[in-house]
């Protein structure tokens, strides 16, 4: 009898999208049903992922150019990934995790024009199998997203991506959606809009769907 097995659940989509306030609920909800969750994010999660999110976020590695930047997400991914992602992963644990490599596909590639193979190879090469089971993106107006992203700051400026025009944003919500409409076997479209627990319950329902494993519990499985 073996436990039961990790599962790796990613949640994407653009600024203000909801992912931190989902992430919260269904981590609650796993917890309710006896699962062990780690709750992680990117760019960071481990110490010194975090110190290269504060590079990134600040702007500083912007004049450098969208492959820089993917280098240095990656970087952070690599540590990420080492430390605190299999690790958790081989415990059978349920990682749920705050932007992964489809974010480095949609802003580096699909915004910043990189070769999406470059970015294929780098995926490779630094994720290799440690794929996501599933990977949830949150789809919103990006109107909606900039303006529930503005409230949680308050008075602060943006970072290096909210400040980015509205343009950037619209291109953004459709580079998300072409990620879901090319892996729909792995990616669920949620729609983002309506109250917190009506986007809490789409969530719910797609992961009973596509994640039978996911109501395993702690109990042993065959």
Do not use: N
Not at 17 to 34: F, N, P, V
Not at 64 to 81: I, K, M, N, S, T
């Amino acid at each position: 009898m073996a436990s039961a097995p990790g599962l790796f659940i990613t949640f994407e989509g653009g600024e203000g999208a909801g992912k931190s306030t989902q992430i919260r609920l269904l981590r609650e909800h796993l917890d309710a049903l006896g699962r062990s969750c780690v709750v992680t994010r990117e760019p960071g999660g481990s110490p010194r992922a975090e110190r290269i999110r504060e590079h990134i976020l600040s702007g500083a590695a912007k004049p450098l150019g969208p492959f820089a930047e993917a280098l240095l997400f990656y970087a952070a991914r690599r540590d990420h990934l080492d430390t605190v992602i299999r690790p958790a992963l081989a415990a059978g644990q349920v990682v749920l995790c705050d932007r992964f490599s489809d974010s480095t596909r949609a802003y580096q590639g699909a915004l910043g024009a990189l070769d999406p193979e470059l970015i294929r190879d780098l995926d490779r090469v630094v994720v290799g199998t440690t794929r996501p089971d599933v990977t949830l993106i949150l789809d919103v107006p990006p109107s909606l997203g900039l303006a529930r992203a503005a409230r949680r700051r308050q008075d602060g400026a943006g970072d290096r991506f909210e400040a980015e025009p509205p343009s950037f944003h619209e291109r953004l919500a459709e580079a998300f959606r072409e990620i879901a409409a090319a892996e729909p076997e792995r990616c669920v479209l949620i729609d983002g809009t309506g109250t917190v627990e009506e986007v809490a319950e789409r969530i719910r329902s797609a992961l009973e769907a596509g994640l039978p494993a996911l109501s395993g519990a702690a109990r042993d499985v065959a």
